[in-house]
C-alpha cells in the first residue's frame, strides 16, 4: 500500500516540472568584427560636420531577452582611427588626442539593460578613453535577435549612439574650433558562440 502511495504521489509532481516552462539562461554573442564598427562625428570650424570611423571593433555581448538582461563589453581599436587623412589619422594617434601607443584601446563596459517592453533600448555603463573612464549611457535606435542566415546559429544586431564631451577624457585639443561635442554611433552584429 505505502508503495502505491509513494507512486501516485510522485506523479503530480512530476506533471508539474515537465509542464513547467525551461528556465531561460543568458547566452553569449561574439563581435563580429568584419560587420562592427563605430563612427565618431564632431563640428569642424563652425562650417561642417566631419564623420570618422574606427575600423576594429571586437567585444563580446550577453543577452537573456526572457529575464530582460544582458550585458555589452565593447573594445574599439583606437589605432584604427579612419578619416580618409593619413596625415590627420597620425594626429589623432598622437598625444594631443587618443595618445594610441599608451590607450591602443577604447571600452565600453555596461552595468544596466533598459528594455522597454520585451525591446532592449539603452545601455547605461562605463565609457574609457585614454586612461579615463566616465559613466554613459548608449541609446538603442535599433535592435534584432534572430538567427543567422548563413552561419545557422543565434544572432544579434543593433545600432546605438551616445554623446560625450571629448574634454572629459583627455582630448581637448582646438575646443571650441573643433567642438567639444561628439557623437559616438556602434554598428553591431554579434553571433552566439
Not at 10 to 26: G, Q
Not at 103 to 121: E, L, N, W
Not at 171 to 186: Q, Y
Request: hydrophobic share 40%; net charge neutral; glycine share 6%.
Amino acid at each position: 500500500m505505502m508503495k502505491k502511495l509513494i507512486k501516485f504521489s510522485a506523479i503530480p509532481v512530476l506533471a508539474v516540472a515537465f509542464s513547467a516552462p525551461a528556465l531561460a539562461t543568458p547566452k553569449s554573442y561574439v563581435v563580429d568584427p568584419t560587420h562592427s564598427f563605430a563612427n565618431f562625428s564632431y563640428t569642424h570650424m563652425g562650417l561642417s560636420e566631419q564623420e570618422s570611423r574606427f575600423d576594429g571593433t571586437s567585444g563580446t555581448i550577453v543577452y537573456d531577452a526572457a529575464a530582460k538582461t544582458g550585458a555589452v563589453n565593447v573594445e574599439i581599436d583606437t589605432t584604427s582611427v579612419d578619416t580618409g587623412s593619413d596625415a590627420l589619422d597620425e594626429h589623432l594617434r598622437g598625444a594631443d588626442f587618443f595618445d594610441s601607443s599608451k590607450h591602443p584601446k577604447a571600452t565600453y563596459k555596461s552595468t544596466r539593460i533598459v528594455f522597454k517592453g520585451d525591446t532592449p533600448v539603452a545601455v547605461e555603463g562605463n565609457l574609457t578613453i585614454k586612461g579615463t573612464t566616465k559613466p554613459v549611457t548608449m541609446t538603442i535606435d535599433s535592435f534584432s535577435a534572430k538567427e543567422h542566415p548563413m552561419k545557422r546559429k543565434d544572432a544579434l544586431g543593433a545600432k546605438a549612439h551616445m554623446k560625450i564631451k571629448r574634454s572629459d577624457f583627455g582630448l581637448s585639443k582646438f575646443v571650441p574650433a573643433v567642438s567639444d561635442d561628439v557623437l559616438i554611433t556602434i554598428r553591431v552584429e554579434a553571433v552566439a558562440e
